[in-house]
Nanobody, 120 residues
Framework: QVQLVESGGGLVQPGGSLRLSCAAS????????MGWYRQAPGKQRELVAT???????NYADSVKGRFTVSRDNAKNTVYLQMNSLKPEDTALYYC??????????????WGQGTQVTVSS
């Protein structure tokens, strides 16, 4: 089993910044793509940003230029730096990690979610 623990959410004013962290632990032989998704009330979960083990990144158009995804491979940790936050960024943010366990079984794990609220 793989566990993901997220931190860093909170309440911030429009234009402000937050940094989310997500640390993975457990049955991990190799970690491949890690990333962030979000779900606002009444909406479907959507991709925010992903980063591969080779550090190739992918962003939703709505966050390009404002959010930066990064990772520490040694710590199996992924980060999301969010700048110039807007009220429409308000959502529950989920971390996702994909890789192989020690028996070479693929896994796709999700964190419990961390709330980000952008409001004045």
């Amino acid at each position: 089993q793989v566990q993901l623990v997220e931190s860093g959410g909170g309440l911030v004013q429009p234009g402000g910044s937050l940094r989310l962290s997500c640390a993975a632990s457990g049955n991990i032989f190799s970690m491949h793509t890690m990333g962030w998704y979000r779900q606002a009330p009444g909406k479907q979960r959507e991709l925010v940003a992903t980063i591969t083990s080779g550090l190739t990144t992918n962003y939703a158009d709505s966050v390009k230029g404002r959010f930066t995804v990064s990772r520490d491979n040694a710590k199996n940790t992924v980060y999301l730096q969010m700048n110039s936050l807007k009220p429409e960024d308000t959502a529950l943010y989920y971390c996702n990690a994909e890789g192989l366990g020690y028996l070479r079984a693929r896994f796709s794990a999700w964190g419990q979610g961390t709330q980000v609220t952008v409001s004045s």
